[in-house]
């Protein structure tokens, strides 16, 4: 069984045989290769997932500093503002009488 102008053998079935288990090999071989890669993909999106988490913080942690630095502002330069945060520590003038309600359940 040979072609004459090419100088092939052709080998019927064996051929086809020969053609798959290649085709077997060369994706064994590829999915050795990704499942090596399996543990440092998962590492990777852990790594991904803690730096959206730490960036979600300093976020609150912003907006958090940008609060308490305009309430700093105003305890310095409003009166009133500083006044209303005594009062709410529980302190009064000299000259004022405090009356506290208690809840009356037992």
Request: overall charge positive; charged content about 30%; hydrophobic content about 50%.
């Given at each position: 069984?040979?072609?004459?102008?090419?100088g092939e053998v052709e080998?019927?079935?064996?051929?086809?045989?020969?053609?798959?288990?290649?085709?077997?090999?060369?994706?064994?071989?590829?999915?050795?290769?990704?499942?090596?890669?399996?543990?440092?993909?998962?590492t990777n999106q852990n790594?991904?997932?803690?730096?959206?988490?730490?960036?979600?913080?300093?976020?609150?942690?912003?907006?958090?500093?940008?609060?308490?630095?305009?309430?700093?502002?105003?305890?310095?330069?409003d009166p009133r503002f500083?006044?209303?945060?005594?009062?709410?520590?529980?302190?009064?003038?000299?000259?004022?009488?405090?009356?506290?309600?208690?809840?009356?359940?037992?």
């Open positions: 069984m040979t072609d004459a102008q090419s080998l019927g079935w064996l051929g086809w045989m020969n053609r798959i288990l290649m085709a077997l090999i060369v994706a064994a071989l590829l999915a050795g290769i990704g499942l090596s890669y399996l543990p440092l993909i998962q790594f991904r997932e803690r730096v959206q988490r730490k960036q979600e913080e300093v976020l609150r942690l912003e907006a958090e500093l940008r609060r308490m630095e305009a309430e700093i502002r105003a305890l310095k330069n500083l006044e209303r945060k005594i009062r709410e520590l529980g302190y009064a003038r000299s000259d004022e009488l405090v009356v506290t309600f208690k809840d009356g359940a037992r």
